[in-house]
């Protein structure tokens, strides 16, 4: 199985920007589909973005978030403006991504995931 690392979080005001790295070990990372999930204290995981061939994005962050890869850097970012209170959260990445939107339905690699604190 793939090893994951998430970086890039931290404490931002409201309306500012991170950008949160999911870097990866494994030849096949490339091939791989990869999910960003967020975890707000008393929420269940949810669905934020993924990247295969296309872009996936929730509702709440689509138009603000813009997922992306670098191949050669077996890295995904997750690049994130306008941030709101709301997108305070543990921020985790996956691979490969399953194509299901629930974080339960995901079993492959996990990382430990980042905290995002976003201050009104």
């Known amino acids: 199985q793939v090893q994951l690392v998430e970086s890039g979080g931290g404490l931002v005001q409201a309306g500012g920007s991170l950008r949160l790295s999911c870097a990866a070990s494994g030849r096949t990372f490339s091939s791989y589909a990869v999910g960003w999930f967020r975890q707000a204290p008393g929420k269940e995981r949810e669905f934020v973005a993924a990247i295969s061939f296309n872009e996936y994005y929730a509702r709440s962050v689509k138009g603000r978030f813009t997922i992306s890869r670098d191949n050669a850097k077996n890295t995904v970012y997750l690049q994130m403006n306008s941030l709101d209170p709301e997108d305070t959260a543990v921020y985790y990445c996956?691979?490969?991504?399953?194509?299901?939107?629930?974080?339960?339905?995901?079993?492959?690699?996990w990382g430990q995931g980042t905290q995002v604190t976003v201050s009104s």
């Open positions: 996956t691979a490969p991504w399953s194509g299901s939107y629930g974080a339960g339905h995901n079993s492959g690699s």
